[in-house]
Structure formats: structure tokens, C-alpha cells
């Protein structure tokens, strides 16, 4: 099994340890997996094309997968309370994307076309929508979020 980054768990385990002190609620979101998986979530992208991390140092991006799995655990560890972890185009369709799209077109129709393909890139399952997922923790005694 792999473990996430440790920016990434530093960063869980701070805000969680804050989250329990002084209350509040905190989202991430990233791309990364909901279950855990094994093997490692290093990759290396060039010309949106994901490459070899070694073929050619310094002329790709370089990122990891966040390992949300392996968050949870800590963040309650920490005394913060885990709302979930779910898709992005899951929790901005339970937020209502789609109700605000369309009142965003109705007030701005001369970009009806730029706005319909923005919530699509979001929300779509073969491009962010599935990509990306949202974190959610929260104070102990604070209430759940919305689109967990």
C-alpha cells in the first residue's frame, strides 16, 4: 500500500489539529483516489500527455495523486470530524451547479455556450468531474457539509 505525499499529510494533520482547537471546517480538493490503491501516484505530464517521469527531466510537470484514503484517519486522530470524501462533479451537482449554471445564463445569455462548457468540464466524468474529489473535516459539534 502507498502512503500520500508528506506535504499532503502535513498539511491534513495541521488543519485538523487547528479544526479541533478553534472550530470550523475545511475542504480540499485535489486529484487523487477515494480507496486505496497500490503503487505509486507520481506522474509526469507533457503537452497533456502523461510521459515517463525520467524521459526527459525538467520538460514535464511532475505531480502526485493525493491519497485522500489515508487522510481521513489522521485528520480524526487529530480530533477533527471527516465529512466525506466524494467526486468533484458529485459535490458540485449536490451544490446545485447545474440550477446556478442556468441562472447564470439566463442573466448573462450572450455566454450560455462558455458557461454550459465550463460546469461540463467540471462536473463531467472524462474530465474533472471524476478526476478531482472534495474532502471535507469539520470541528467536533459543527454541522455536516453540504454534498457529502
Do not use: C, N
Not at 500527455?49 to 505531480?63: C, H, I, N, Q, S
Not at 462533479?89 to 447545474?98: K, P
Amino acid at each position: 500500500m502507498i502512503e500520500t505525499s508528506p506535504a499532503a499529510a502535513a498539511v491534513v494533520y495541521e488543519v485538523a489539529g487547528r479544526l479541533a482547537a478553534q472550530g470550523g471546517a475545511a475542504l480540499f480538493i485535489d486529484y487523487g483516489h477515494i480507496e486505496p490503491r497500490a503503487g505509486s501516484t507520481l506522474q509526469a505530464v507533457r503537452a497533456h500527455t502523461k510521459v515517463d517521469p525520467f524521459e526527459a527531466p525538467g520538460e514535464a510537470d511532475l505531480t502526485a495523486h493525493v491519497d485522500f484514503a489515508s487522510l481521513a484517519p489522521m485528520a480524526a486522530a487529530r480530533g477533527a470530524r471527516w465529512l466525506g470524501t466524494v467526486t468533484q462533479g458529485a459535490w458540485l451537482t449536490a451544490l446545485g451547479i447545474a440550477q446556478r449554471a442556468d441562472a447564470l445564463s439566463e442573466f448573462a445569455p450572450q455566454h450560455r455556450e462558455a458557461i454550459r462548457a465550463a460546469r461540463q468540464r467540471l462536473v463531467d466524468p472524462g474530465q474533472m468531474g471524476e478526476l478531482f474529489k472534495v474532502m471535507g473535516f469539520a470541528a467536533p459539534g459543527w454541522p455536516d457539509g453540504v454534498g457529502f
